[in-house]
């Protein structure tokens, strides 16, 4: 995953189109979630994650179409080219390395088991002295809702078209 990671990195460099850009940012988004997900003993930190940054992407889509919504994709041959030869060269990596520490990785997973399971025990996500920093925060939040929306009222809002 951290070698796909790399090669969207180094891929939304040569993009020019919000199109393109937004979906490699969207696959990059998915790749860190379950990155995240792996590593955490649930999956809700990765899934908020996921949630704010493809909120922010739809935000982002939406005034991307309103700038530009006549520009034209073009799909470059040659660019698809060069991600699926980087593509196979790092699958045929991955496999390589996967096959070389297969034995090293058995004889971790028994320390890694007796570790994830202390891990399990010691995560707390709502602990009685968090509560004030969580309902601060919840109270935070729904304000800048309120906020949001009354900022974007039709009449008044920076979004209306005439």
Known sequence: MKIMLIMLSLTFLTLNHP???GFNIIMMTIIISLM??????????????????????LI????????????KFKFSSKMLIINSLILMLSSILILWTNSINLNIKI???????????IMIFNLKY???????????A????LITLIMTVK??????????QK
């Open 19 to 21: 199109i393109s850009m």
């Open 36 to 57: 995240t997900g792996m590593l955490n003993t649930s999956f809700w930190f990765s899934y908020i994650l996921f949630l704010v940054l493809i909120g922010g992407m």
């Open 60 to 71: 982002l889509f939406l005034y991307m179409t309103s700038i530009a919504s006549n520009e």
């Open 107 to 117: 004889k971790e997973i028994n320390m890694f088991s007796d570790h994830l399971q």
């Open 126 to 136: 709502f602990t009685p002295s968090m509560t004030l920093i969580l309902i601060s």
């Open 138 to 141: 919840m109270i935070y939040l």
């Open 151 to 160: 900022i974007t009222k039709k009449e008044k809002g920076p979004i209306r």
